[in-house]
């Protein structure tokens, strides 16, 4: 089992702290460090001041969207007699995004503790939390995490004797990326082929078994305990400028980087200080290329763009891309970029529900397009019937898979045309057999 690296003098330690201490897995030793006293003080609170103070902190989800988490919360109806549901993602399946699985598989009981807080906001007695189903060892770890919180009576019927039912139920994925849309997680859960559902209704209303639902990420709720112990305010003032954007992040680095891992930082912080500082800089005798800054769904970023820019909600959108899951992938000069689109549209066309024409036949047609470039192959109007799909594939489709795909292949054209002419003008070696 590996151990995260050492945390670097500029990282903000906050979720992560704990990473590596094999004693915080345990309740006993989540306790010893404070653990469930969040949840203690959230129970003698009324929901709708738990809501406010959560939203007075300017807690953002930490899963892609960045929609505002007390806003969300309020959004579930008043109470009516049905029953209502919380479901954590933790579906962690975004290419180049590793974060989550590590407070699953070091800090349990901090996801445990904000998962009940957040219950008891909405409302709900019943926590399904979604995990990947290739997390083998962190579904052990919560799955020990689990019956031991409930035996120790911080969940179950009387969870810290408030007299509040609080249960959790595990449910493992099957490996499908489509699964981390929020609705189709919700049919997933339900027994059902993990297909997104058109919207609306919205979770709040008409979420798992038709009931009213909030879905969380991990990362999202895993940051609740700490805005209970000690305030809004103190978490609202963990920015560097941007009140829009406040609190810590978890980034994922990997790619050709000197030190790569997961990092947590204060928003805000440069994207400069991140690659080059924390994760050491690009491999020895080369320099960055490009960097993709939420996964592999946003728009790829030109090494000045991603240099110059702040690492937050805004500051990442100001440069072109979108922050999304924080999972950092970082390309050098030895890299083909048509080469590493091609990838990236390919994983999306497997991993199409195939629900929407759109979507369906879009992203298998990028990848057929992109294969004929790399064979040597290309046309000149091969640009416009890139665009063009794309074009076909951004706003149009039930889930946002295809946008997805259409993100790298738009900006990778409009920032790296010239490696697609190379191949195109036969400049270049084909990268691939002929098709």
Same mark, same amino acid.
């Given at each position: 089992m590996?151990?995260?690296?050492p945390? /670097?003098p500029?990282?903000? +330690?906050l979720?992560s702290?704990y990473?590596?201490?094999a004693?915080?897995r345990?309740y006993?030793?989540w +306790?010893a460090r404070?653990? *469930?006293?969040a ?12 809501i406010?103070e959560?939203?007075a902190?300017?807690l &953002? ?5 960045g929609?505002?988490t007390?806003?969300?919360?309020s959004?579930?109806?008043?109470p009516?007699?049905? !029953?209502? *549901?919380? +479901? ?5 399946s975004? !290419?180049?995004?590793f974060?989550? &699985?590590?407070i699953l598989?070091w800090?349990? /009981?901090q996801?445990?503790?904000g998962?009940a807080?957040a219950?008891?906001a909405?409302?709900a007695?019943r926590? #399904?939390?979604y995990?990947?189903g290739e997390?083998?060892? !962190?579904?052990k @770890?919560?799955?020990?995490a689990?019956?031991?919180a409930?035996a120790r009576g ?5 969870a810290? =004797?408030?007299?509040r039912?609080?249960?959790v +139920?595990? /449910?493992r994925?099957a ?5 981390? %849309?929020e609705?189709?997680m919700?049919?997933?859960i339900?027994?059902?082929?993990? $297909?997104p559902?058109?919207?609306p ?5 008409? =979420? ?10 991990v990362?999202?709720l895993?940051?609740v305990p700490h805005?209970v ?5 103190? *978490?609202k003032g963990?920015?560097?400028g ?11 680095i990997c790619?050709?980087i000197q030190r790569?891992?997961n990092? %947590?930082?204060?928003?805000g912080t440069p994207v400069?200080e991140i690659l #080059? ?7 020895e005798?080369r320099e960055?290329?490009?960097?993709i800054p939420?996964?592999?769904? @946003? !728009?790829i970023?030109?090494r000045?763009?991603?240099?110059s820019?702040?690492?937050?909600y805004?500051g990442? @959108?100001?440069k072109g891309s979108?922050?999304g899951?924080?999972?950092?992938i970082v390309m050098?000069d030895s890299?083909?970029m048509? *080469?590493?689109?091609?990838r990236?549209a390919?994983f999306y066309? /497997?991993?199409s529900c195939?629900?929407c024409t759109?979507?369906r036949e879009g ?6 397009v ?6 040597g192959?290309g046309r000149?109007?091969?640009f416009q019937l ?5 074009? $076909?594939?951004?706003g149009k489709?039930?889930?946002v898979?295809?946008?997805?795909c259409?993100a790298?292949? @738009?900006?990778?054209?409009k920032?790296f ?10 400049a270049r070696?084909p990268a691939?057999?002929?098709?």
């Open positions: 590996g151990f995260p690296h945390s /670097h500029k990282e903000t +330690v979720l702290r990473f590596g201490d004693e915080a345990t006993d030793g +306790v404070g653990g *469930y006293e949840l203690r003080k959230a129970l003698a609170m009324t929901p709708e001041v738990l406010e959560i939203k902190s300017g &953002r989800g930490r899963g892609g969207a929609f505002p007390g806003l969300k919360w959004l579930m109806p008043k009516d007699g049905r !029953p209502r *549901y919380l +479901v954590c993602n933790a579906d962690e975004e !290419p180049g995004t974060k989550d &699985r590590e598989r800090t349990p /009981h996801l445990l503790e998962c807080i219950a008891h909405i409302g007695e926590i #399904y939390i995990i990947r997390f083998t060892e !962190p579904l @770890v919560m799955r020990a689990v019956e031991e409930t911080a969940l179950g019927s009387n810290l =004797g408030s007299g039912r609080i249960d +139920v595990l /449910h994925g490996g499908a990326y489509i699964c981390g %849309e609705t189709a919700l049919n997933s339900e027994g059902r082929r993990g $297909n559902r058109i919207k209704p919205y979770p709040a209303q008409a =979420g798992v078994f038709g009931m009213p639902t909030t879905i969380n990420n990362e999202t895993a940051a805005i112990t000690r305030g809004a305010a103190w *978490y963990l920015c560097l941007n009140p829009k954007s406040t609190g810590t992040k978890l980034i994922s790619g050709h790569p891992g990092y %947590e930082v204060t928003m400069k #080059y500082d924390m994760a050491g800089g690009p491999l005798g960055f290329k490009a960097i939420g996964g592999s769904s @946003v !728009p970023m030109t000045e763009e991603a240099e820019a702040l690492f937050d805004e990442i @959108v100001e979108m922050l899951s924080a999972g950092m050098d890299t083909d048509v *080469y590493q689109i091609w990236l390919r066309a /497997h991993e195939a629900q759109q979507c992203t298998a047609w990028t990848t057929k992109l294969e004929r470039i790399l064979a192959k000149a109007e091969d890139l665009l063009d799909l794309s074009e $076909n594939m951004t489709t039930i889930c898979l295809s946008d997805s259409a790298p292949v @738009v900006s990778g054209i920032k045309r010239h490696e697609f002419e190379a191949y195109i003008q036969g070696e691939m057999v002929a098709v």
